[in-house]
């Protein structure tokens, strides 16, 4: 049986103004806009100053990346950093929404640190006042104050993070708190859950692999059942090609929470491992419950990996009940991987009929120039190709 998934990406419709879209989705845009160069690539494009698994961690946007982070990937695929900066601030502001509280009286529902095993009443309580300076006060005068507090006290990792995430993008571009971040990352006691997932990211950042896993395995001790950590380090050990341990961690988050989003990383490694048949079954399960895009793909992936291609078509034109053009191109890239030319060609010229300029058109000329190519038609082949590189649809 031949593999046939790894050709298949996430959908990301194109369309909507860049505000309007969550920073992973323009992300993912903007990667697939800038012709999805390998997360090496991207990764050699910073200068060394980011490793190729932070690039793919950030891509796939599983959680909140520095602003360090998505500067340097967006500058590297040749996007707007300003553009990116506004995302990004909204992105952070909205977790800090999550953690901050929403009014005194929501009693029960308030989002002050809790304390725990590994914090110090001092810890907490800094954390704490600072959330209530930002909210009285504004965010500079927070961070004002948990400045002056980490001075004149022992690393507090959780202290460190909410500084960073009360912090202007100029601060954080600064360099201003990587000596904190770096003390933080050599404590051996995060103060929760949160502050250890925090802390793996920082490591991945810095390519810190081993700390990375200290820091997730220590976040699954106190919260074994958290998905989120389950999935990370699903992915940690899908990035090191421990495929074995990688299935075990990404089943036990989908079996937790059937998140659309786990998805492509537990099927990516099912498939490795020879049961495309169970990724697929996962995939059908989750996508009863959500109908969510990336379910779709998901399931898609897994049945080409099966050699399903007719039951792969049929879950993307159900899903698509209208098929859209990015949808069309999408079957198109099917049906060319099964070798059905005739039906592939059929498709990607309803494409340009539903849609002649963007990106989507770019990529249903690619995919007639190939059919074009692989027919031997090397003048046709020429002119959809020209079209493309030249900007010139009328040499079609």
């Known amino acids: 049986m031949t593999v046939a998934y790894s050709f298949f990406h996430f959908r990301t419709r194109p369309g909507g103004r860049l505000h309007q879209v969550s920073l992973a989705a ?3 845009r903007l990667h697939r806009l800038s012709g999805e160069p390998s997360t090496r690539e991207v990764a050699r494009r910073t200068h060394g100053a980011l490793s190729h698994t932070t690039v793919s961690q950030t891509l796939r946007g599983n959680q909140l990346a520095s602003w360090r982070s998505i500067e340097l990937i967006v500058s590297a695929l040749g996007g707007s950093v300003e553009e990116f900066r506004e995302l990004w601030v909204a992105a952070r502001d909205k977790q800090e ?3 901050m509280p929403k009014s005194s009286s929501s009693r ?3 989002k002050f640190a809790k304390p725990g095993k590994n914090s ?3 810890s907490v309580s800094a954390v704490n006042r600072a959330r209530l300076i930002a909210r009285a006060e504004g965010k500079p005068k927070a961070v004002s104050f948990l400045e002056k507090w980490q001075s004149e006290h022992e690393i507090s990792p959780a202290a460190v993070r909410e500084m960073t995430l009360l912090a202007s993008p100029e601060a954080l571009k600064s360099g201003r708190y990587e000596k904190l971040i770096d003390a933080a990352i050599s404590s051996d006691y995060p103060e929760s859950t949160r502050v250890a997932m925090w802390l793996s990211h920082e490591c991945d950042t810095r390519g810190n692999k081993d700390r ?7 976040a699954l001790r ?3 059942n958290n998905s989120s950590v389950l999935y990370a380090l699903g992915v940690h050990y899908d990035e090191a090609l421990d495929l074995e341990k990688a299935a075990f961690f990404l089943r036990r988050a989908v079996e937790i929470k059937p998140d659309p989003h786990y998805l492509y990383n537990t099927v990516h490694v099912l498939c490795m491992l020879g049961l495309p048949r ?3 079954k996962m995939c059908q399960t989750v996508y009863s419950h959500s109908r969510h895009d990336d379910a779709a793909d998901a399931w898609v992936i897994a049945l080409m990996a099966m050699g399903e291609v007719d039951d792969a078509l049929r879950v993307l034109r159900e899903h698509s009940a209208t098929p859209d053009p990015y949808a069309l191109t999408q079957i198109g890239e099917i049906l060319c991987e099964a070798g059905r030319l005739d039906e592939a060609r059929s498709t990607y ?7 002649a300029s963007g990106y989507t058109a770019h990529t249903a000329r690619a995919g007639l120039a190939y059919i074009s190519l692989t027919e031997g038609k090397t003048e046709e082949a020429t002119r959809w190709l020209s079209a493309v590189l030249d900007g010139n649809p009328k040499a079609e």
């Open 349 to 355: 010229m309803e494409a340009l009929s539903a849609d």
């Open 222 to 224: 106190m919260d074994p």
């Open 26 to 28: 323009a992300l993912q």
């Open 108 to 110: 029960g529902h308030s």
């Open 278 to 280: 169970e990724a697929a």
């Open 120 to 122: 110090t009443p001092h």
């Open 97 to 99: 929404a999550r953690e």
């Open 212 to 218: 990375e896993l200290f820091f997730l395995m220590a």
